[in-house]
T-cell receptor, first 112, second 114 residues
Framework: EAGVVQSPRYKIIEKKQPVAFWCNPI?????LYWYRQNLGQGPELLIR????????DSQLPKDRFSAERLKGVDSTLKIQPAELGDSAVYLC??????????FGPGTRLTVL | QQQVKQSPQSLIVQKGGISIINCAYE??????FPWYQQFPGKGPALLIA?????SEKKEGRFTISFNKSAKQFSLHIMDSQPGDSATYFC?????????????FGSGTRLQVQP
């Protein structure tokens, strides 16, 4: 079974530029999460989807961050414009009916 | 507000020794407590998890001890091996509107020396 796929794996941009991350969850997983992991810290939830619906986006900085999950499968997380403090690893996870979450390898973002 | 506190920040253990990582939580609504293992450049992977209706769960060399009254839980790695060298995260969650969002600790970097 294929795991959670994320792309790109690495991204380096100048501040104020836009950036987008893509996630393909495990087939059949209806729940999708985006987490941000700062260096030396645990992941922090940004947004959670149940199928196409964002059911928890309270931690998403909505002035510059946006996300979508069209057709309840793939998801895209966007930052526009990026700031220096956005440098982090962005993790996507998906979950089936149970409680276990399966994480992708993440996208490491560096904002210069 | 840090809802899950993890210690120590780093740990060095000799091969064959026991690694112990501790976590404490604040929210009594939490009812699922997993431990994740993360290698450099990889996403976290579930290692073992426990629910508050049991005080201990063992899977191979990995054991979770859970103390509900103290709101604490710990991971014990028996016969630690160099391949166990990774960062370990405790987490906690509660069921909310159908699914869960994990609240992670700050991580423990484990180094097992050969």
């Amino acid at each position: 079974e294929a795991g959670v796929v994320q792309s790109p794996r690495y991204k380096i941009i100048e501040k104020k530029q836009p950036v987008a991350f893509w996630c393909n969850p495990i087939s059949g997983h209806n729940t999708l999460y985006w987490y941000r992991q700062n260096l030396g810290q645990g992941p922090e939830l940004l947004i959670r989807y149940e199928n196409e619906e964002a059911v928890d986006d309270s931690q998403l900085p909505k002035d510059r961050f946006s996300a979508e999950r069209l057709k309840g499968v793939d998801s895209t997380l966007k930052i526009q414009p990026a700031e220096l403090g956005d440098s982090a690893v962005y993790l996507c996870a998906s979950s089936p009916q149970g409680d276990e979450q399966f994480f992708g390898p993440g996208t490491r973002l560096t904002v210069l | 507000q840090q809802q899950v506190k993890q210690s120590p920040q780093s740990l060095i253990v000799q091969k064959g020794g026991i690694s112990i990582i501790n976590c404490a939580y604040e929210n009594t609504a939490f009812d699922y407590f997993p431990w994740y293992q993360q290698f450099p450049g990889k996403g976290p992977a579930l290692l073992i998890a426990i629910r508050p209706d049991v005080s201990e769960k063992k899977e191979g060399r990995f054991t979770i001890s859970f103390n509900k009254s103290a709101k604490q839980f710990s991971l014990h790695i028996m016969d630690s091996q160099p391949g166990d060298s990774a960062t370990y995260f405790c987490a906690a969650s509660k069921r909310d509107t159908g699914r869960r969002a994990l609240t992670f600790g700050s991580g423990t970097r484990l180094q097992v020396q050969p």
